[in-house]
């Protein structure tokens, strides 16, 4: 129950977190980009997959491994949530013999008693086509309604009389106006309405007949015109509207005016935008075109090699992941606003290694854009900053298990979390690398070239209250203290004295400090400071057996089971006493 639990968890942690991508570094660890989502990299079982995926063998950023990659068609749930979902207006949805709901596009159609639904590409029993109050035109030789908008794609002309109905995706016609283009030799049809005309009154709802637009005015009253901003300009008849097409150089008055692909009105004529040159042939052409990180557009002889991507997945295939709701199921969802019903195998037409970057409607492929290949961003592999990586270090896996001892552990942590084993610039454990040399490590004492090589014995003792720590220097060749300092406890010290005249203590005739346990092991005029035990200069004013310890107090608040309180003979000052025997 508990691997069921976490494996429900996981899979709804990953669909929330699916999203569309391009090349796989988009995807982050543990994916990679299949036909436009980022998808598990790695499987065992079809169960660590989404249900519209299979765990199958296929090509992982260059590898061959088992991952999860799109299946060929969604699988039907079955319950009438699924059928009204996809086939609104009475119809259930037809499956295939394998129990997947049966698809259809622009090109591929259901079957010859089903009907396409465009809003989801799902074949139907039968559909809502069109409101009330308007008729479904239909094929005169299919008999089936024509599509005018495929998955709420790019809007397409219907037949003379008719609209695009888009929240259906079917061409439409008014009650009174023809719903069925006839065949030829059939009798002349009735008359329909006539939409009106130039100058004439007009409805928004029924629009104006010969290229004109309804527009209404500030009382209310709508007129038909020709819409000057999208530059129309009335006919020589008086009556309709035509578009206004100039070209390159030509005097122009709106954008609209100008016919060349990425020009524009500039200066009162048609010019080409910037980033764009003339191409000879009266057009407009890039003068560059781009990849990320810097990549090389794909070249044939030459020439840009361009490809073909369906929209709807470069428009983002899982946008609609970001708005699911209670009352929809996740499949539903994303089988009818993606492209799991769309040609399964590919995304776009460019050889491996490549993608491609959508610029352009391809009018000779709707629902297509036309762009060019440009280089798949590889996946970022670990090197060494300096020198070759050891033979064990190798891709895919790289890391340092068997890194030598003249070898070190690289990992560049922005770029990849995979670490490489790259060459250490100094062989030797007890080398000190220093500009480009490498030279033994030396001690307290013993011969030198430079003062980076001279180091403690051991590691540093914790920080002293009453002493300052230096590094060493090399001195004469001879790694030294520096001036002022002592080589005490493995380390260069300066001792400050805490009681007394509390100056530097008392040293011997090498210059090393002066060691003491009680008051006793010092010459006379000299005391124990029992903070740092060493010999400093003054006179104890604390009782037999007893030293000062610098603090002064009131009462009997002084530190340590030890000490005292003690009225100095003066009477002046109270001074914290603590037995002259501490020393440990």
């Given at each position: 129950?508990?691997?069921?639990?976490?494996?429900?968890?996981?899979?709804?942690?990953?669909?929330?977190?699916?999203?569309?991508?391009?090349?796989?570094?988009?995807?982050?660890?543990?994916?990679?980009?299949?036909?436009?989502?980022?998808?598990?990299?790695?499987?065992?079982?079809?169960?660590?997959?989404?249900?519209?995926?299979?765990?199958?063998?296929?090509?992982?950023?260059?590898?061959?491994?088992?991952?999860?990659?799109?299946?060929?068609?969604?699988?039907?749930?079955?319950?009438?949530?699924?059928?009204?979902?996809?086939?609104?207006?009475?119809?259930?949805?037809?499956?295939?013999?394998?129990?997947?709901?049966?698809?259809?596009?622009?090109?591929?159609?259901?079957?010859?008693?089903?009907?396409?639904?465009?809003?989801?590409?799902?074949?139907?029993?039968?559909?809502?086509?069109?409101?009330?109050?308007?008729?479904?035109?239909?094929?005169?030789?299919t008999s089936k309604p024509i599509m005018c908008q495929?998955?709420?794609?790019?809007?397409?002309?219907?037949?003379?009389?008719?609209?695009?109905?888009?929240?259906?995706?079917?061409?439409?016609?008014?009650?009174?106006?023809?719903?069925?283009?006839?065949?030829?030799?059939?009798?002349?049809?009735?008359?329909?309405?006539?939409?009106?005309?130039?100058?004439?009154?007009?409805?928004?709802?029924?629009?104006?007949?010969?290229?004109?637009?309804?527009?209404?005015?500030?009382?209310?009253?709508?007129?038909?015109?020709c819409a000057t901003e999208f530059g129309y300009t009335?006919?020589?008849?008086?009556?309709?509207?035509?578009?206004?097409?100039?070209?390159?150089?030509?005097?122009?008055?709106?954008?609209?005016?100008?016919?060349?692909?990425?020009?524009?009105?500039?200066?009162?004529?048609?010019?080409?935008?910037?980033?764009?040159?003339?191409?000879?042939?009266?057009?407009?052409?890039?003068?560059?075109?781009?990849?990320?990180?810097?990549?090389?557009?794909?070249?044939?002889?030459?020439?840009?090699?361009?490809?073909?991507?369906?929209?709807?997945?470069?428009?983002?295939?899982?946008?609609?992941?970001?708005?699911?709701?209670?009352?929809?199921?996740?499949?539903?969802?994303?089988?009818?606003?993606?492209?799991?019903?769309?040609?399964?195998?590919?995304?776009?037409?460019?050889?491996?290694?490549?993608?491609?970057?959508?610029?352009?409607?391809?009018?000779?492929?709707?629902?297509?854009?036309?762009?060019?290949?440009?280089?798949?961003?590889?996946?970022?592999?670990?090197?060494?900053?300096?020198?070759?990586?050891?033979?064990?270090?190798?891709?895919?896996?790289?890391?340092?298990?068997?890194?030598?001892?003249?070898?070190?552990?690289?990992?560049?942590?922005?770029?990849?979390?995979?670490?490489?084993?790259?060459?250490?610039?100094?062989?030797?454990?007890?080398?000190?690398?220093?500009?480009?040399?490498?030279?033994?490590?030396?001690?307290?004492?013993?011969?030198?070239?430079?003062?980076?090589?001279?180091?403690?014995?051991?590691?540093?003792?914790?920080?002293?209250?009453?002493?300052?720590?230096?590094?060493?220097?090399?001195?004469?060749?001879?790694?030294?203290?520096?001036?002022?300092?002592?080589?005490?406890?493995?380390?260069?010290?300066?001792?400050?004295?805490?009681?007394?005249?509390?100056?530097?203590?008392?040293?011997?005739?090498?210059?090393?400090?002066?060691?003491?346990?009680?008051?006793?092991?010092?010459?006379?005029?000299?005391?124990?400071?029992?903070?740092?035990?060493?010999?400093?200069?003054?006179?104890?004013?604390?009782?037999?057996?007893?030293?000062?310890?610098?603090?002064?107090?009131?009462?009997?608040?002084?530190?340590?089971?030890?000490?005292?309180?003690?009225?100095?003979?003066?009477?002046?000052?109270?001074?914290?006493?603590?037995?002259?025997?501490?020393?440990?």
């Amino acid at each position: 129950m508990k691997l069921l639990l976490f494996s429900s968890f996981c899979l709804l942690h990953y669909l929330v977190d699916a999203r569309s991508c391009t090349h796989s570094l988009q995807c982050g660890r543990g994916f990679h980009c299949n036909d436009g989502i980022c998808r598990r990299d790695s499987c065992t079982s079809d169960s660590h997959c989404h249900e519209t995926e299979k765990c199958k063998s296929g090509k992982v950023n260059g590898r061959q491994k088992l991952a999860c990659f799109l299946d060929s068609a969604p699988r039907a749930k079955s319950g009438g949530a699924v059928t009204e979902h996809y086939c609104p207006g009475g119809g259930a949805v037809v499956l295939t013999t394998t129990g997947n709901l049966a698809s259809c596009d622009l090109t591929q159609e259901c079957s010859s008693t089903h009907v396409c639904n465009p809003e989801f590409g799902i074949c139907c029993t039968k559909v809502r086509s069109c409101p009330g109050g308007a008729k479904t035109m239909l094929n005169f030789i299919t008999s089936k309604p024509i599509m005018c908008q495929f998955k709420k794609g790019r809007v397409m002309p219907c037949p003379k009389g008719g609209y695009c109905e888009t929240e259906t995706g079917f061409c439409c016609s008014r009650g009174d106006d023809l719903e069925v283009p006839a065949p030829v030799g059939a009798p002349e049809p009735v008359a329909t309405r006539e939409r009106p005309w130039r100058g004439q009154v007009c409805s928004p709802r029924d629009g104006c007949s010969g290229g004109a637009a309804c527009i209404c005015g500030s009382r209310g009253t709508c007129i038909c015109e020709c819409a000057t901003e999208f530059g129309y300009t009335a006919a020589a008849d008086g009556k309709t509207c035509q578009r206004v097409r100039r070209r390159l150089k030509e005097k122009c008055k709106t954008d609209m005016e100008c016919s060349s692909a990425f020009s524009e009105c500039s200066s009162g004529g048609c010019r080409c935008k910037r980033g764009f040159q003339r191409d000879g042939d009266g057009g407009c052409k890039p003068v560059e075109y781009r990849c990320v990180n810097r990549g090389t557009p794909l070249k044939k002889n030459e020439k840009l090699v361009t490809c073909s991507l369906r929209a709807s997945v470069a428009l983002g295939t899982f946008r609609s992941l970001k708005s699911l709701s209670n009352e929809t199921s996740l499949t539903e969802d994303l089988i009818g606003n993606s492209t799991f019903a769309d040609f399964g195998n590919g995304r776009d037409d460019c050889p491996d290694e490549h993608y491609c970057v959508p610029v352009f409607d391809d009018a000779t492929k709707p629902g297509y854009y036309q762009g060019f290949c440009c280089p798949s961003p590889s996946e970022t592999k670990p090197v060494c900053p300096v020198g070759e990586a050891h033979d064990s270090s190798f891709p895919p896996d790289f890391g340092c298990r068997n890194c030598p001892s003249d070898y070190f552990c690289h990992r560049d942590s922005v770029a990849t979390d995979k670490s490489i084993c790259c060459p250490k610039p100094c062989v030797s454990l007890e080398d000190i690398y220093d500009d480009g040399q490498c030279y033994p490590m030396a001690f307290y004492g013993d011969s030198c070239t430079l003062s980076a090589q001279c180091v403690y014995s051991k590691s540093p003792a914790k920080a002293e209250e009453y002493a300052e720590l230096a590094r060493m220097e090399c001195r004469s060749a001879i790694c030294s203290c520096p001036a002022g300092f002592s080589y005490a406890d493995g380390q260069c010290k300066r001792i400050m004295c805490s009681v007394g005249l509390r100056g530097e203590p008392s040293v011997d005739q090498s210059g090393l400090l002066i060691r003491c346990g009680r008051s006793s092991d010092c010459s006379l005029g000299h005391m124990c400071d029992p903070n740092n035990h060493v010999c400093c200069k003054g006179t104890n004013r604390c009782p037999k057996d007893y030293v000062e310890t610098g603090e002064l107090c009131t009462d009997d608040n002084c530190r340590g089971v030890s000490q005292i309180c003690h009225l100095t003979k003066n009477g002046k000052a109270k001074i914290c006493c603590t037995l002259d025997d501490t020393y440990t």
